[in-house]
């Protein structure tokens, strides 16, 4: 069966302390891994972040306390990595996704048209 593996699976960590969190996958065919973020007070999930074959992409709501990192292709791991936790806004659950890396463009969102 194909799978996605979470480790550690629960964590419990104080104010400014780091952490890492790797996820791994068994799907041939996807090579973007993604994370998310649920806390109690926001229920809907945040995209933390992805990595899309090694090239890792951090959303700007956590860029600059957030890293992102791995391989969704040939080892099809990636990490995620919090070097200094916000005490009750970092508290969460977080989540890893594995996908299949789709990349399309639209072209009127990309020109503006004149008037």
């Not at 973007?32 to 992409?57: C, D, E, F, R």
């Not at 299949?100 to 004149?114: D, G, M, R, V, W």
């Amino acid at each position: 069966t194909d799978k996605v593996h979470q480790t550690p699976t629960a964590i419990l960590k104080g104010p400014e302390d780091k952490v890492q969190l790797n996820c791994s996958h068994t799907v041939p065919r996807y090579y973007m891994i993604l994370w998310y973020q649920q806390s109690a007070q926001n229920t809907a999930l945040k995209l933390i972040g992805y990595v899309s074959n090694t090239s890792p992409t951090v959303e700007d709501s956590f860029k600059g306390r957030f890293n992102v990192s791995g391989d969704g292709a040939t080892g099809k791991m990636a990490y995620l990595h919090i070097p200094k936790l916000r005490g009750a806004e970092d508290s969460a659950v977080y989540f890893c996704a594995a996908s299949e890396a789709q990349c399309f463009t639209i072209p009127s969102l990309l020109y503006k048209n004149p008037l």
